[in-house]
């Protein structure tokens, strides 16, 4: 069976070979306007299920799996920056407090559809001025929700977190393999 991860992004691509490594990686072209009257938790799982849906319509035999994550402070998300004055913008909020990331999943197989989310605390040191200038001065904020990758120099300003790491780096893999073990099992 085909399996189909409805993705442009490397780090869920890297992710999805812990799960299997039979699986073929497309990106889409869903238009991932949030609606106003989605929830802002809600949101990763909206745009999870866009992104599934859009790919179905080409890939009707596989099992597809579309994933967006959203990182969330005070109500607001926080998508991923468009220059550097928006990036400090976003550490600066960051700093010194805790912050919500969501993968939301949608899995699509035989006109079945499941949806889930996943969400993980992410903890932020009190940071300087300086550090917050070092971080946004490299090449790896942006093109990453929230203007940081945990998986890269952005662990250095996280103090901790609670929950799934590899959430926080934007597939949560252990909730997905159960997931999908429960679509092809049934």
């Known amino acids: 069976?085909?399996?189909?991860l409805a993705s442009a992004s490397p780090r869920r691509r890297e992710l999805m070979k812990i799960i299997t490594d039979n699986f073929d990686a497309v990106s889409t072209d869903a238009d991932e306007t949030i609606p106003d009257n989605i929830p802002v938790k809600d949101a990763a799982a909206y745009l999870a299920d866009i992104?599934?849906?859009?790919?179905?319509?080409?890939?009707?035999d596989s099992l597809?799996?579309?994933?967006d994550t959203t990182v969330v402070c005070d109500d607001i998300i926080l998508g991923k920056p468009k220059d550097k004055n928006q990036c400090r913008e976003f550490i600066n909020l960051l700093s010194g407090r805790t912050?919500?990331?969501?993968?939301?999943?949608?899995?699509?197989?035989?006109?079945?559809?499941?949806?889930?989310?996943?969400?993980?605390?992410?903890?932020f040191r009190n940071l300087t001025n300086f550090e917050i200038e070092e971080y946004i001065s490299t090449d790896e904020p942006y093109d990453k929700a929230g203007g940081y990758g945990i998986q890269g120099k952005g662990a250095l300003l996280i103090e901790k977190i609670n929950g799934d790491y590899f959430n926080v780096v934007g597939l949560p893999v252990s909730r997905l393999k159960i997931e999908i073990?429960?679509?092809?099992n049934k």
């Open 1 to 4: 069976m085909n399996i189909i």
């Open 51 to 60: 992104k599934a849906s859009c790919a179905s319509k080409k890939f009707h």
């Open 64 to 67: 597809i799996i579309g994933c």
């Open 99 to 123: 912050h919500s990331v969501i993968t939301g999943c949608c899995l699509i197989f035989n006109n079945d559809v499941m949806t889930f989310s996943v969400e993980t605390e992410v903890t």
């Open 181 to 184: 073990d429960k679509i092809l």
